[in-house]
């Protein structure tokens, strides 16, 4: 921890002493950069109160990610957790899951079944056909409704391109071929524009091949063993067999492959009005579990089998766009249907009659309408959104030696599963005359009703079959930016934030391995309220000269009704056996008080005539209290210096999926061709008593005194050709092997990356 604020310090020290005051405008350009996820129409971020941070086409080729997670994960603003390389769940401000919101082009993807733990649904979005991605920190439940407390993420696909006048056809063509070293990948992507007066269409395909990873060689030094895979499970002459691993740094069975596509038509009837017909396909193949392919039970690997099926999604939407049109300045119209599939396939050590699927088809169909008018120094957005959301939960137990299938408890009700939202919104911008001062304001009204029934009650016997919810809340923003000068913002935001119990958090069933002392299973609670945040942030952001820029952001969070898993009873037990283990019985539970709080820190510099300096740093704490007359599991410090799962009466404890500090520093060259970028990304610790012993921290997959800080040392450049550029990557030079925080999968060792992009 010392040595990473160090480094921070030192770089904002350096970038001081070496500030110059005629080479860049960069800083300003960032000020003046256009964002349309605050208010669903083109506005400079210079005007919007909350934070946002915009992540360009540009740069998301030059980081040349394998997935959009770790996309994330190099801005050095959003941390992610991974249970399996297949998977990346975005962290924003102590918010993670469902508490997090994910938009591609205006429509959102959270749905009925988004949980409340870790998910990987964030890689189903292309990144290579992005025209960029904007994050937004902090409530933004006026714009978007439910599950947006902790932020919103929006990936906004590359639109078609039209001819111009002195053109007939306009032809655009580009791609890219990679592989990296640490997990054997290969990936290849291509996307072609045809452009005519009135008509485009664009349609890209990415194909990737993701083999077992590799972690790095150099443990932490009291943890020499930290991660490594001695072993795993085979089938040997048809009989599950633990064989010892030969290489203990290969994550064996944690590979897959993915395909992406994209369609666009667009059709321009006039020079107000425009038709955009968006199709989206995403798959992959089985994605191991790797993480509970490590769980152990009697000494032994527990899992012979644990895998995600296909995770399939697709998206079609079509989207009316209209110029001024009697009051209304702009209008546009999107009408979205979506079809996501997702599965779980487990079977324990030589248990060949039980194979358990379980199977979860959902159905997705929205409106969004978005009009604006303009007048004076006003900005005025109002909306309306709807999504019907519908779930068949299926489950089936397969002997794999003879084929014979029989029922199996499902993971959600086994009946009717639907949920209806809508909402109307205002969203309200006012510039003053003086040009100094900018007024943010906005309010919603919102109801969602969900409605479940459970079909076949006879695996649990719970004491209901059927369960209803009608919520309906007003929520609000109301914030004012300050611009003294040029290159300065000043800026206050408060916002409240809502977000809904959806089937997941009200009647899921699932058995957890979240504590390393006890199996836990997680039963319905159908009297569930919805969790409601009320935020205030604020911001400073200012330049010094032309080559220096100082950003700091801060936030306190009052989290009310919060949900947290905690101890339960089903039909009086507090305990129950569970696939044939003893298993203590929780379920979420609404916290009465909860509480967030955190900063954020960058600097940016030039510091020569083709050299840059950034690094931001991130801080983020949260708390929720406990009915100190119970007792709560906890970890408690003991003489030896490790920790121990005790359980005793306390007044509050950690929320879970709070990471760390985090950060990143970097020094980048670019002079016409060229283009090269060392950059250091770090973690802190995180102690094992900052841990929730009952959430989805995964204390199980740390060390006995929880997650070690660490720091990788990253080499990237590249050389453009015209119509050609190469690029050449060294990821974590120096081989660290580490974790992210709640992540039960290590990171990638030193990886060579080469690619070479074509665009014409």
Not at 618 to 626: H, I, K, L
Request: positive net charge.
């Amino acid at each position: 921890m010392r040595k990473i604020v160090f480094a921070f310090l030192a770089g904002m020290a350096c970038s001081w002493v070496h500030a110059q005051e005629t080479v860049s405008d960069s800083a300003s350009k960032e000020l003046s950069e256009v964002v349309i996820s605050a208010s669903k129409f083109p506005e400079k971020k210079l005007n919007i109160a909350q934070r946002i941070d915009v992540i360009s086409s540009k740069y998301i080729s030059r980081v040349n990610a394998q997935n959009t997670g770790d996309l994330l994960i190099n801005t050095g603003n959003v941390f992610v957790q991974k249970s399996q390389q297949g998977g990346s769940s975005p962290i924003i401000r102590g918010f993670e899951a469902s508490r997090v919101l994910l938009v591609v082009d205006g429509v959102r993807l959270n749905n009925l079944i988004y949980r409340a733990g870790h998910l990987q649904n964030a890689i189903s979005v292309d990144q290579n056909m992005l025209s960029s991605m904007e994050v937004l920190y902090g409530p933004a439940s006026t714009i978007y409704g439910s599950d947006a407390l902790g932020g919103v993420v929006h990936f906004r696909t590359k639109a078609p391109v039209l001819a111009t006048d002195s053109k007939k056809m306009l032809v655009k063509a580009s791609g890219f071929a990679r592989y990296s070293s640490a997990n054997s990948e290969k990936t290849i992507h291509a996307d072609v524009n045809l452009g005519w007066k009135k008509i485009a269409w664009l349609q890209s395909y990415t194909y990737s091949d993701f083999g077992d990873v590799k972690m790095g060689k150099n443990y932490p030094d009291d943890y020499p063993t930290f991660g490594r895979r001695d072993s795993f499970m085979t089938r040997i002459n048809g009989i599950d067999s633990v064989v010892k691993n030969p290489d203990p740094q290969v994550q064996k069975f944690s590979g897959y492959k993915q395909w992406d596509m994209l369609q666009k038509l667009l059709f321009k009837q006039s020079e107000k009005v425009s038709h955009m017909l968006n199709v989206q396909y995403s798959n992959t193949t089985n994605v191991p579990r790797y993480d509970r392919l490590q769980d152990k039970r009697n000494g032994t690997l527990r899992y012979a089998e644990w895998y995600y099926g296909p995770q399939e999604r697709l998206l079609t939407s079509y989207e009316l766009s209209i110029g001024k049109t009697g009051w209304f300045d702009n209008i546009n119209l999107n009408v979205n249907y979506q079809a996501i599939e997702e599965s779980r396939y487990t079977r324990d050590y030589r248990r060949y009659d039980r194979l358990d699927g379980r199977v979860e088809n959902v159905q997705v169909a929205g409106f969004v309408l978005d009009t604006r008018k303009i007048w004076g120094g006003n900005e005025l957005t109002l909306g309306a959104d709807g999504q019907f959301n519908t779930l068949k939960s299926t489950a089936s137990r397969v002997n794999i030696n003879t084929g014979a299938s029989t029922k199996l408890d499902t993971r959600y009700p086994n009946g009717d599963n639907t949920q209806v939202n809508a909402g109307l919104f205002a969203q309200h911008v006012f510039k003053f005359k003086n040009k100094k001062w900018v007024l943010n304001d906005g309010l919603r009204v919102q109801t969602i009703r969900l409605h479940s029934t459970i079909a076949d009650n006879s695996f649990f016997n719970l004491p209901f079959t059927e369960i209803n919810q009608n919520n309906t809340t007003i929520t609000g923003n109301i914030g004012l930016v300050y611009l003294p000068v040029a290159g300065s913002k000043l800026s206050a935001n408060i916002a409240s934030g809502f977000r809904a119990p959806n089937v997941d958090d009200l009647a899921k069933i699932f058995e957890s391995a979240t504590s390393p002392a006890i199996r836990q299973l997680v039963v319905p609670n159908p009297d569930i309220k919805p969790e409601r945040t009320y935020n205030i942030d604020l911001g400073i952001s200012q330049n010094f000269g032309k080559n220096f820029r100082i950003e700091v952001s801060t936030f306190y969070t009052w989290f009310r009704n919060a949900l947290v898993k905690a101890p339960f009873r089903l039909n009086g037990q507090d305990s129950v056996v569970y696939n044939g283990v003893l298993s203590q019985v929780l379920a979420n539970t609404n916290a009465n008080k909860a509480y967030l709080y955190g900063v954020s820190g960058a600097v940016y510099a030039t510091i020569a005539k083709y050299i840059t300096f950034s690094s931001q740093i991130n801080f983020t704490r949260g708390r929720f209290e406990t009915d100190g007359s119970k007792n709560s599991s906890v970890y408690e410090k003991q003489s030896n210096g490790s920790y121990a799962l005790v359980s005793k009466k306390v007044s509050s404890k950690p929320l879970d999926h709070i990471p760390p500090v985090f950060g990143k520093t970097s020094i980048s060259y670019q002079k016409e061709k060229i283009m090269a970028e060392v950059f250091a990304l770090y973690n802190g610790w995180k102690k094992l008593d900052q841990y929730n012993a009952d959430g989805e921290d995964n204390a199980q997959y740390a060390t006995a005194d929880g997650m070690p800080g660490w720091v990788t040392v990253n080499l990237r450049t590249s050389y453009n050709l015209k119509a050609v550029t190469l690029q050449f990557a060294i990821e974590n030079i120096f081989d660290r092997n580490y974790r992210y925080f709640a992540s039960g999968f290590s990171a990638p060792g030193r990886n060579f990356i080469i690619a070479a992009r074509v665009d014409f």
